[in-house]
Structures are given as structure tokens and as C-alpha cells.
T-cell receptor, first 115, second 110 residues
Framework: EAQVTQNPRYLITVTGKKLTVTCSQN?????MSWYRQDPGLGLRQIYY???????DKGDVPEGYKVSRKEKRNFPLILESPSPNQTSLYFC??????????????FGPGTRLTVL | LAKTTQPISMDSYEGQEVNITCSHN???????ITWYQQFPSQGPRFIIQ???TKVTNEVASLFIPADRKSSTLSLPRVSLSDTAVYYC???????????FGAGTRLAVHP
């Protein structure tokens, strides 16, 4: 079954304590992306990756890091979390335009609370 | 990148057809129009995508006029389970990022 998995699904942490949210996809997709969703602001892109070792900033990259060492994994790293990073986070992957796979697949979401 | 504008909310009743219109005045030649559906606390789910004219799948239809400055998502005979937020996106054909707007919150009533 094609899927994007995220872990953890729920996380409560404190300001300044480094954390990593993992994302993995089993579709051999080249494109992966991280979004955060906040009430009234919709989904905003944090970072995206067009392939292994190729990453770029989205609209709200401040306070986040990513890495893409393998095609299937795209972890989101918060080096020093702050309360304004409390949000619902989604990872997504996309097969690209070459084979006309037009769908972005989204993970189930990670609800992060930073105290 | 093309900006989209869609109604904030809509109400309907079971069995009715729902049409949600999205405007994207500065759409570029290589851009595609894509719609997603999102239920609370779940990731968005792809519904339909088109470039021009009309596209239909088992879930919805997408109408795109010749100038492509707007598009209309049509949901036939909605049910309570169609209550969700619907996002209209304009996606560059070469793809590097998706821009989600605030979406349209559809409420289907019995």
C-alpha cells in the first residue's frame, strides 16, 4: 500500500529541547516536502526536497532543518524548539510530472506542542 | 506563483450538487489546477486535477474555462461525509512547491 508515515504522531516538549520528526515514503518518490498547518493560516510549506541531497526552503523555513540522505526518508529537525512552533505538521511526497503521477501523498500528521 | 482565491465557507444539504469556484488570475501557461480535500486532523487528499476544459473522475468534476483564470470544483449529490475543507491549488508544471490557501470549508447538513 502506498503511504507516507510520520513519527511521532503526537509530541509534547519544552522550549530548547532538540527534536526530530521522521517521515518515510514507500513509493520511491523523488519529491518530498514538509508543511505546517495553523488555524486560519492554512498549510504552509517549510522545506522541500527534489531528490537525495537536494533541499530548498519553502515559505516558513526559520527554526527548522531538514536532510535527505536517502530517497525514502525526509526528517524534520527542530534544533531549539520554541512555542511558536506549536503546530500540526504534515509530510508529503510526490512522484513528479514525468510519469504523470499528479498526486501528492500526505502523511497522517504530527501534532507538536512546545511548552 | 499564481495566487488563488476561493470562498471561505459554503453550506449545502445532502443530495445537492455543490460547486466551489476558485479564481487564479495570474495562472501561467505551464500551471495546472489541483484540488485537495482535508478532514480534521488528517492530511490533505488529492481529489482532481486539470489543465483546461473539463475533467471528471469518480469523485468530482473540474470545469476550467478557456482563459483558465478560474476553475470550478463540482461535487455531485454530496453526503454528510463530504463535510471538509477544500483547497484549490495552482501547481507549476515543473513543480517545486505547492501553495495552499485558506481553503473553503464545506458543511453538508442533513
Amino acid at each position: 500500500e502506498a503511504q507516507v508515515t510520520q513519527n511521532p504522531r503526537y509530541l509534547i516538549t519544552v522550549t530548547g529541547k532538540k527534536l526530530t520528526v521522521t517521515c518515510s515514503q514507500n513509493m520511491n518518490h523523488e519529491y518530498m516536502s514538509w508543511y505546517r498547518q495553523d488555524p486560519g493560516l492554512g498549510l504552509r510549506q517549510i522545506y522541500y526536497s527534489m531528490n537525495v541531497e537536494v533541499t530548498d526552503k519553502g515559505d516558513v523555513p526559520e527554526g527548522y532543518k531538514v536532510s535527505r540522505k536517502e530517497k525514502r526518508n525526509f526528517p524534520l529537525i527542530l534544533e531549539s524548539p520554541s512555542p511558536n512552533q506549536t503546530s500540526l505538521y504534515f509530510c508529503a511526497s510526490f512522484g513528479g510530472w514525468e510519469d504523470r503521477t499528479d498526486t501528492q501523498y500526505f502523511g497522517p500528521g504530527t501534532r507538536l506542542t512546545v511548552l | 506563483l499564481a495566487k488563488t482565491t476561493q470562498p471561505i465557507s459554503m453550506d449545502s444539504y445532502e443530495g445537492q450538487e455543490v460547486n466551489i469556484t476558485c479564481s487564479h488570475n495570474n495562472i501561467a501557461t505551464n500551471d495546472y489546477i489541483t484540488w485537495y480535500q482535508q478532514f480534521p486532523s488528517q492530511g490533505p487528499r488529492f481529489i482532481i486535477q486539470g489543465y483546461k476544459t473539463k475533467v471528471t473522475n469518480e469523485v468530482a468534476s473540474l470545469f476550467i474555462p478557456a482563459d483558465r483564470k478560474s476553475s470550478t470544483l463540482s461535487l455531485p449529490r454530496v453526503s454528510l461525509s463530504d463535510t471538509a475543507v477544500y483547497y484549490c491549488l495552482v501547481v507549476y508544471g515543473g513543480y517545486n512547491k505547492l501553495i495552499f490557501g485558506a481553503g473553503t470549508r464545506l458543511a453538508v447538513h442533513p
